[in-house]
């Protein structure tokens, strides 16, 4: 329990109005979409830079540990408190520091929400290219905590991609600045990379320098129905061995679209249709319809039922609402969802949900895929009523034969959502001891104290 | 010196064909691109991961210095012996252990040779897109270890971008796997990218599992003129304020020029020719003629002289071919060329370069700038005869005040060369005192011996 020093300590580095520990505070930030819940014993609000040193070196001086947060929606107990912390919540620190349209640059606070900052680039002629399916509300501190994607990574990489410098305060209280405000640079090692994507266990992120490109002039989208997820996914891996690079290859299979129907998204699939692909390119105008052919054309095969296009705008946003109601959609089929964000080699893909399928039937337990076929990224969802303990079981044997099917065909346990709490007895798997005590050893170099959001992305 | 001890471990880990210390070898791995030579003690030639390990057992054991060489290409000083070290050279470990176009990636050892991988993935429709000026000889492994771009990068991006995962071998002969196989992953700390640019000072690459694009169908070459270095490099920022990015855009200044006349590319310039653009768009055949004319559009302005397109494939050639010949061929102007590779926001490249011409005349030398302006990365080369001793002081003093005026505007000290042994003393002007002890401290994780490539990178 933090101590009454602790926490006056903490006041007066940060002012009383930044700072609460009564239950209800404490109770709103104890969660994020995981089914777990702890209470911090506090809730920061910091409201600049040097607020965020100040909290820190009281942090070191009393020894509490901190569980950074954005928006806490993450899906692995990243933002999760750690017992007996306190969390410190980045929603207070929302401003955009400079907007360099010129030089294709903007400098954010963490607590920037994500679409606010590709609305701004917009406004411009520029976009911000990742794109969680959270982006109206998470912020840009938790995406670069995870390292976050969307559907548009097929095309256009990853939240690391668009780092070009960050600002942070490492466990010490110290302030760190890395990379730099060009699109090149190699002075030093590239900490701006080692730490998007740490989970916030290494340092503090305040401000980050981040990349934009030319906003494509138009999108097109085409729906196309499967007789199964195998035939949907051979036609993934036929896309992806052909010039055309979608901006979106989204998957998926009969329980997603199931869990849709009720946003009226799938009123019209054809008889039959077992698995859905969206397609999306993007570009100028005139060149769309070029596109959409060669993606037309390495889309069609075995087992594909209808392929749609030339939808309006109103229709693509209807399909992409639906898309991203998905995360929480699933939940209607059982009230817990253990959720995997795993990724295997794009040829790869229809094999495993073979085996996904296998796996189901062997546990008798409904699970969910769907997600970022284009890049190997599947969110598959073991579907299980916690309060069934025997159902329980199986569904963590699901998911241990399931993660150990990945790393055999090649595959990361992660691909965007992080390890966080939930994925942590997994990591042995895909890394090796020397390395992960290499990993350990630099988290040391940190946060030698090990206040940054302990019990995250390490096994035990 | 070596003990004959340390030398006959190394013999009987290696085998004798693969250790040599006579006087002709070790003066052939003396050097690399700067003007300096140091003997090493003896150069090693480890044909696999595995000898790579055992060299490095006996290295710690013996406490011997390494210092890694790829084709000896660099710039900076990066593969220039250590005082007392043995290089070890990957020239032996050149073989491609694996190349899945349809996953679209390649499997390479460190001593293949760069442009080998782009032709390998061009037999598959792909390509292997950073492009430096040394791809010809360069090997990958020192493209890695520097971060290397060339002209692509403006389009395509570096090294860093397209390197997957990692397999190295660090400062105690612990074998480390970084990253995946997929183009997404995010399970533990990047450490792909921290040993990308890291010199050789952190591990031993001795595989790297790279991504591959599909191959843009042609390629069409602008060479514009310009009345003056300012209005080329206006000239830049236009063409990067609008939305269709060239893949490459190169500048030249007057002495650039002069000395790639031999080659005869420079004949048929316009009079009053003082600066020189190439720019280049890539994708569809049918598309190029409308890049081509939005680059035209924003490459007209106050001081261009000349527009010149429709080249053939034989004219490109040798405009590149002049092009790579400049990293030697300024050398005629005076035998030391001081060679920086600093970066600045393409807003202030016109600046910058007026800035240049201020200091070469009042240090009264030669000062060449050319590269890759679409970065806003130039190599700014300052020419002097380096037994003019006066001379020499004042080249140092001019490098001196360019560097510092690139951080003050908001740049960075290298681009692509990285920082070896030539930049060490500018690092404390880009990063300061506590970013920097924690590259340290990380450093001491991978190599607690300090026997990997030291006296580079770090500052004394």
């Known amino acids: 329990m933090l101590s009454d020093t602790a926490l006056a300590a903490f006041r007066s580095a940060l002012g009383g109005e930044r700072v609460f520990d009564d239950a209800a505070t404490r109770a709103l930030y104890a969660s ?11 809730v920061l609000f910091p409201g600049s830079h040097d607020d965020v040193v100040a909290l820190v070196r009281v942090a070191v ?7 950074p947060r954005g928006a806490g929606s993450g ?8 017992p007996g912390s306190v969390v410190v919540s980045f929603e207070c620190m929302r401003w955009v520091k400079e907007f360099d349209p010129v030089n294709r640059l903007v400098v954010v606070e963490p607590g920037v929400v994500t679409e606010e900052i590709d609305r701004l680039a917009r406004s411009a002629g520029l976009f911000y290219p990742p794109d969680p399916g959270s982006a109206a509300y998470s912020r840009i501190g938790g995406n670069l905590a995870m390292n976050a994607a969307g559907p548009r990574a097929v095309k256009y990489g990853v939240t690391r991609d668009y780092v070009l410098g960050l600002r942070a305060v490492t ?3 110290e302030e760190i600045c890395t990379g730099c405000r060009t699109t090149k640079g190699v002075t030093g090692y590239d900490l701006t990379r080692l730490l998007v994507g740490s989970g916030g266990t290494l340092a503090l992120v305040t401000e980050a320098t981040l990349k934009l490109l030319p906003a494509p002039e138009g999108v097109a989208t085409l729906r196309v129905c499967f007789a199964s997820n195998h035939a949907a996914l051979e036609a993934v891996s036929r896309v992806m061995r052909q010039a055309v690079t979608p901006c979106a290859l989204e998957f998926m299979d009969q329980h997603a679209i199931d869990a849709i129907r009720p946003t009226g998204a799938a ?18 105008a005139d060149d769309l319809p070029r596109q959409i052919e060669a993606l037309e054309h390495a889309l069609a095969g075995d087992g594909m039922l209808e392929m749609r296009s030339g939808f309006d705008r109103d229709a693509i946003a209807q399909l992409w609402a639906a898309r991203r109601s998905l995360s929480h959609a699933v939940k209607r089929i059982a009230p817990l969802k253990l959720n995997e964000d795993v990724v295997v080699p794009v040829s790869a893909l229809a094999d495993f949900v073979d085996f996904i399928d296998h796996v189901a039937g062997a546990q008798r337990l409904p699970i969910v895929s769907f997600g970022h076929a284009g890049n190997g990224n599947l969110h598959v969802n073991v579907m299980v009523d916690p309060d069934d303990g025997d159902a329980l079981a199986r569904a963590h044997l699901a998911l241990e034969s399931i993660m ?13 959502h992080g390890i966080g709490t939930e994925k942590r007895k997994f990591v042995p798997l895909e890394i090796a001891p020397a390395t992960l005590e290499l990993m350990r050893a630099i988290k040391r170099q940190f946060d030698p104290h090990g206040l940054l959001n302990p019990g995250k992305l390490f096994p035990d």
């Open 32 to 42: 994020d979409e995981t089914p777990r819940r702890v209470d911090p014993d506090a």
């Open 61 to 67: 001086e009393h020894r509490v540990a901190i569980t």
């Open 75 to 82: 899906n692995v107990g990243g933002a999760l408190p750690s």
């Open 171 to 173: 466990g010490t209280g």
């Open 267 to 284: 009123d019209d699939l054809p008889d039959g249709t077992r698995a859905l692909l969206m397609v999306e390119a993007d570009g100028r």
């Open 404 to 416: 150990l099917r990945v790393i055999a065909l090649g595959g990361t346990l992660s691909g965007e």
